[in-house]
């Protein structure tokens, strides 16, 4: 089974990008994989403030570092590629790990 990173929107229209988030997360799981979205974890409330920016970054460059055990990273895109989706796309590009642009909707 594949460890797949999912880069989806999360700022913004934070209840339409979670519910797609969690959409993403189940195409993934349909496909024979084992998703993993950071944002989905790290945002919810007690864990870390997204409004925080120092907060926003440390969640940012934990999820970046499960890139280390990841197979792919799929990237859904129907809502846009954000700038945080972006870093996410460039740094994993950079590492040499295999970036793949999805769409579900």
Known sequence: MQLVIIESPFAGDVE???????F???D???RGESPYA???LYTQEGVLNDDDPDER???IQAGLAWGNVADLVA??????????????????EA???KVEI???L
């Open 38 to 40: 950071s944002h989905l």
């Open 75 to 92: 990237v859904y895109a129907d809502l846009g590629i954000s700038p945080g989706m972006q870093l996410g796309i460039d740094t994993h």
């Open 95 to 97: 590492a040499g790990r």
């Open 102 to 104: 999805r769409y579900i």
């Open 16 to 22: 339409k990008n979670l519910e797609y988030a969690r």
């Open 28 to 30: 993934s799981l349909m």
């Open 57 to 59: 970054t440390h969640g």
């Open 24 to 26: 993403a997360m189940r």
